[in-house]
C-alpha cells in the first residue's frame, strides 16, 4: 500500500528540506553540523506539521545514516532496547523519539548511557517547550532549537512538488484552480501535513483530478465563503473586528471572530487581537494586555478547533473592557516632537558620568537620586529645554488603573508648581 502523500514527500535530504532557515540554510547550524559531520543530539520544538520529523529524516539522509523512530507514549522500552542493539552492531543511527516531553523514568533512565557514548544521535520532537517539560538530565545533554510556523511560501512550495513531482507527489495528473490552491495555502496555519492531507483528500475525490474551491472547502471542512484570493476580504475582516471591539459591540466582535476563525488564519488573527489589546484597551485594563498573550499563545499552541476557545475568552474580554488610547497616542505626539526638533540635547545632569573625564566635560554633574527623597521623587529638570513643559500624556480615565496614574500625575505636576 502506498503511503499518504506527506510521508512521501517527506524530505530526504537537508536541501529539501521547507522553511526553518534559520537552522538549515547557508551557514546556520544545523547545516554546518551535517557538513562537518559533527551531529550532536538534539530537541527540535514548534507547534505541530513543520517540519520537525522532515529535518530529523533529512538529516539521516544527508548524512547516510540509519533513521528510526520512537514514540514516547505509544512504544515500548523492548523496542527502545531493540534499536540501541542495531546501533551497537551497526554503527552511530538518528534516532527521532516524539513526544519527548512524555518519556517515562525507565525509559530516560536506559536512554541516557546512550547519550553519553554517542552510540545514538537522538532528536527529540515536542510541540511542548522542552525548557519546562523535558527533564533536566535530558535537557543538558542535547542543543534546543525552536522550529518556526510555516510561511505561507512555504505551503505553497509543498504543494507545487506534490503536484509536479510524479515520483513522490501525483503520478497522474492534478488540474488545482489557483484560488483553490490559495485557499489550501491560508487555511492550513502554516501545518504543511495538513495541507497535504487535506490536498490529497480533495484530488483523490474530486472529478477527474480537477480541484475547485468548493473541493478544496469541503476537504478542509471551512467555509470559503469569506476568502478572497486578492485578500481584501481577509483584511476588511480584521478591520471590522478591531472596529468592532473598539466600539465595545460583543456580539459584532464574535460575529467578524468567527468569520476569521472559519478562515482559518490563526496567526492574523492572533496577531490582530494583541494589537487590539494595547492600542484600544491599554491603561485601562492593563491585565487585559496580559491575559490575551496568555490567550493568543495557548491558541497558537492547540491550533484549530480548539484554538477558538481561549479566542472566544479574550475577544468577549477585550470588547467588554473599558477602553483608552492615551498610552500611544502620548508616543505618538512624543515622536512627533522628535520628528519635528530632531534629538534634542538633553540635561547635562542625566548624561552618563561612569566614565574618565565624564566631569570634566560636565556630565553628571549633580544628578539628583529621587530613591533619596521622601516619595521617591524630586524636583529636577528631564526633557530638553525646547520640550522642557510638554505634557504628552493625558488620561482617558477609564478604568481604575489608568485613573491612577492620572492621579499620580496630577500629584506630580502640583508639586512642580502646576505645569
Do not use: C
Request: net charge negative.
Amino acid at each position: 500500500m502506498r503511503a499518504n502523500l506527506a510521508r512521501r514527500l517527506r524530505p530526504r535530504t537537508i536541501d529539501e528540506i521547507i522553511g526553518q532557515r534559520h537552522l538549515v540554510s547557508e551557514g546556520k547550524i544545523i547545516r554546518r553540523m551535517v557538513e562537518t559531520k559533527l551531529l550532536s543530539s538534539m530537541i527540535l520544538y514548534g507547534p505541530p506539521g513543520i517540519g520537525k520529523t522532515s529535518i530529523a529524516s533529512a538529516i539521516a539522509g544527508t548524512a547516510d545514516m540509519a533513521f528510526r523512530t520512537f514514540n514516547a507514549t505509544a512504544d515500548k522500552k523492548t523496542k527502545l532496547q531493540e534499536i540501541a542493539e542495531e546501533a551497537k552492531f551497526s554503527g552511530q543511527l538518528v534516532l527521532l523519539l516524539d513526544e519527548i516531553h512524555r518519556l517515562d523514568k525507565p525509559k530516560q533512565d536506559f536512554l541516557l548511557p546512550l547519550l553519553e557514548n554517542g552510540e545514538i544521535i537522538l532528536i527529540g520532537a515536542t510541540t511542548e517547550n522542552p525548557y519546562f517539560s523535558v527533564v533536566p538530565a535530558i535537557r543538558s545533554r542535547v542543543q534546543i532549537f525552536e522550529l518556526k510556523p510555516l510561511t505561507p511560501d512555504d505551503i505553497a512550495i509543498a504543494i507545487e512538488r506534490a503536484i509536479s513531482d510524479s515520483g513522490r507527489g501525483f503520478d497522474f495528473e492534478v488540474k488545482l484552480d489557483e484560488d483553490a490552491k490559495e485557499f489550501l495555502i491560508h487555511s492550513t496555519n502554516g501545518d504543511v501535513r495538513s495541507a497535504l492531507n487535506s490536498l490529497e483528500l480533495a484530488v483523490l475525490s474530486s472529478f477527474e483530478h480537477h480541484v475547485t474551491l468548493s473541493d478544496m472547502a469541503n476537504s478542509l471542512q471551512k467555509s470559503a465563503a469569506t476568502f478572497d484570493k486578492d485578500g481584501d476580504a481577509h483584511y476588511d475582516l480584521l478591520s471590522a473586528l478591531q472596529k468592532s471591539i473598539r466600539g465595545s459591540d460583543v456580539n459584532a466582535s464574535l460575529h467578524y471572530a468567527g468569520r476569521l476563525i472559519e478562515g482559518g488564519d490563526l496567526q492574523s488573527l492572533a496577531r490582530r487581537l494583541t494589537v487590539i489589546a494595547y492600542e484600544d484597551i491599554g491603561l485601562a485594563n492593563p491585565d487585559a494586555a496580559v491575559r490575551t498573550v496568555t490567550a493568543v499563545t495557548a491558541a497558537e499552541r492547540l491550533g484549530f478547533p480548539e484554538a477558538r476557545i481561549p479566542l472566544a475568552n479574550v475577544v468577549v474580554e477585550l470588547a467588554l473592557s473599558p477602553k483608552s488610547n492615551a498610552a500611544h497616542s502620548a508616543l505618538d505626539m512624543a515622536i512627533a516632537d522628535l520628528h519635528q526638533h530632531g534629538a534634542l540635547e538633553m540635561p547635562a545632569h542625566l548624561q552618563d558620568g561612569h566614565y574618565i573625564g565624564a566631569k570634566a566635560l560636565g556630565r553628571a554633574i549633580n544628578y539628583q537620586y529621587p530613591h533619596d527623597f521622601p516619595d521617591h521623587w524630586v524636583n529636577q529638570q528631564y526633557l530638553p529645554d525646547k520640550l522642557k513643559n510638554v505634557q504628552y500624556f493625558h488620561s482617558d480615565g477609564l478604568g481604575k488603573y489608568e485613573r491612577a496614574l492620572q492621579m499620580r500625575l496630577d500629584e506630580i505636576n502640583k508639586k512642580k508648581g502646576g505645569k
